[in-house]
């Protein structure tokens, strides 16, 4: 019993980090900062700029072999993570300012608030995409951000509710509207109703924040393909019904009635350089020119033009329709030449009729960041299954709760995670974050100028409609992609025969809905209050349909043959569920 040793052993000493470490690490920073700028290499590299900007021409042939691929966190040469940032920030520019231009048209607001509300969502765009970007490590193995170049823009799903809950603020008199002569309603400005949107989506974020805690894979299963591609495919087709045509047509508001008397007699107001009534032919060839020049970019433009198809549109049509007469040089002269965030202020409160839209819009999103954060992981190379990718969904959904939250202490409608930047990683064959910052940086200064701002609301309704047109039939086609994804059985044609039977109904005959509950009488504030918001759901295409499709797919059992493969990847989701609910 020698060898028994009847004594502790002493602490062990904390390791020591020598300082020369540190300072070693420093300087290899400085030296690696001093060849990026200082070298040929680390400004151009060995990247084919060439092939990036050849167009793509019949009797062109392209012999030059695609550049080399970058990754997250690859060394990237500064002209290449330059023209890569403002490749990604021309290619979103189009979705950024078309939610802000058509909530300011719904609620009749003036310029300078108009050109501020671009300019807030474009620089709270830059601010929220460096937070996804991130990776940030918070407790128990939770993040916050992807870590991939997932950028944020307004969500056309806000952008679509928005509208049903800015009607429903006209017809129950908390924004005012006057009625003419002819029996016409004109609606005024109601700047109120959009601080009311800003609050209650405030509130209503804390519903995605904990959502980001439930396992990705629990959130799949509520939330599959069958249910996420019906909801973005319904969005897609809404917007194009209310927006993108009424626009190409020559305006959104009244004028697309036709009315014989009042300003909107002619569109977009009697007040326009060259007023002209709905539909006219000159709007339409106006839309049908920007429309084609798309189609043909695609067609022949060099990868650095497809990338920024949609702008290019823009662009050609704005030259033609200023040579032309059509547009107002006003807003341009009015807006400021520098601006931020907090210029203009919105009265911030809640809306209890939009609080169930809201929080189904929250549902909306989170389901949008899945499909999204995928498809950023698939085309960066990145594993689209695991724990590491488990941790980009939760950290994603997380980021994109907190965005709602502060994108409306910016007086910006809910920013989520945005997908249309995964073509530009595509076809540049750079997914590195540097680019990613670039991007985030040339939108802030796309916001601080407040010219720019000016020169989007001066596009013209018919250039602005054959754009949007395209970018929301766009969205509609990605939901029909996600549906590829179902392997359709007889249960899951019913969910969505069902779900559709809603969706494509309210978007064919939007008022059906509407006198739902005109029958009961008097009732208190609290319950007309509930009646405003299941109206605003069911009169809401993709929230209808989303519910529809929800609901059934969680109702209707599996067919046999479907379930055993299954088994033992149900029974997994299980255990992790109760882990969660336990957890929260």
Not at 51 to 68: G, I
Not at 135 to 156: A, C, D, H, M
Not at 367 to 377: H, K, L, R
Not at 484 to 492: M, S
Request: hydrophobic share 45%; with cysteine.
């Amino acid at each position: 019993m020698s060898d028994i040793v009847d004594q502790q052993p002493g602490p062990s000493m904390p390791p020591v980090v020598h300082s020369s470490s540190k300072l070693e690490y420093v300087k290899d920073r400085v030296s690696s900062l001093k060849h990026r700028l200082t070298t040929k290499d680390g400004w151009i590299g060995d990247y084919d700029y060439a092939w990036l900007c050849t167009p793509t021409l019949p009797f062109l042939r392209n012999k030059t072999s695609p550049p080399p691929f970058y990754a997250l966190d690859d060394e990237l040469p500064l002209v290449l993570a330059i023209s890569s940032g403002l490749q990604h920030a021309l290619a979103m520019l189009a979705g950024l300012i078309t939610p802000p231009i058509i909530f300011a048209s719904a609620l009749n607001l003036d310029v300078a608030t108009s050109a501020y509300m671009i300019s807030a969502s474009l620089i709270g765009c830059g601010i929220l995409s460096l937070v996804q970007m991130s990776r940030v490590r918070l407790f128990k193995g939770y993040y916050l951000g992807t870590g991939l170049i997932t950028v944020v823009g307004t969500s056309f799903a806000t952008l679509s509710t928005a509208s049903a809950i800015f009607s429903a603020m006209y017809k129950d008199g908390t924004c005012p509207s006057t009625t003419a002569a002819d029996g016409s309603v004109v609606q005024g400005p109601c700047p109120d109703a959009y601080g009311k949107v800003l609050g209650t989506s405030l509130i209503c974020s804390f519903l995605e924040i904990g959502m980001s805690f439930c396992s990705p894979r629990l959130l799949k299963r509520l939330f599959p393909p069958l249910v996420t591609g019906t909801v973005i495919l319904l969005i897609g087709a809404s917007l194009i019904g209310s927006s993108g045509i009424p626009n190409w047509g020559g305006g959104s508001n009244d004028c697309q009635n036709r009315p014989t008397s009042g300003i909107f007699e002619l569109c977009p107001t009697i007040f326009a350089p060259r007023p002209l009534p709905w539909g006219s032919p000159e709007f339409i060839g106006l839309g049908f020119l920007s429309f084609v020049t798309i189609i043909l970019t695609e067609l022949f433009g060099s990868p650095f033009l497809k990338n920024i198809g949609i702008i290019v549109g823009l662009a050609v049509g704005c030259i033609v329709a200023g040579a032309t007469g059509y547009i107002d040089g006003s807003t341009i002269k009015s807006s400021p030449a520098i601006t931020f965030l907090w210029v203009h202020r919105f009265k911030i409160s809640v809306y209890p009729p939009a609080i169930l839209p809201m929080l189904a819009v929250y549902v909306s999103l989170a389901m949008e960041a899945i499909g999204d954060i995928t498809a950023s992981a698939e085309v960066s190379r990145q594993p689209v299954v695991g724990d590491v990718f488990d941790s980009r969904i939760q950290g994603g959904i997380l980021s994109d709760g907190i965005g709602g939250f502060l994108s409306a202490l910016f007086t910006v409608t809910p920013l989520s995670v945005f997908a249309q930047n995964n073509g530009v990683i595509a076809i540049t064959r750079c997914a590195n974050r540097g680019a990613g910052r670039w991007c985030c940086a040339f939108l802030i200064l796309f916001g601080v100028l407040g010219k720019i701002s000016g020169v989007f609301l001066a596009i013209p309704n018919p250039v602005l409609g054959g754009v949007t047109t395209f970018l929301f039939a766009s969205v509609a086609v990605s939901g029909i992609r996600v549906l590829g994804y179902v392997k359709f059985t007889r249960r899951e044609r019913f969910v969505l025969g069902a779900a559709l039977a809603f969706g494509f109904g309210n978007l064919l005959k939007p008022d059906i809905f509407t006198h739902l509950f005109e029958g009961v009488k008097n009732p208190n504030s609290g319950l007309q209050g509930l009646f405003d918001s299941i109206t605003i759901v069911l009169s809401t295409p993709f929230l209808a349909g989303g519910v529809v499709a929800a609901v059934l797919n969680l109702i209707l059992p599996r067919e046999q043959e479907e379930i055993v493969p299954h088994e033992e990847s149900v029974d997994q989701v299980d255990v992790e569920s109760q882990v969660d609910e336990k957890r929260l």
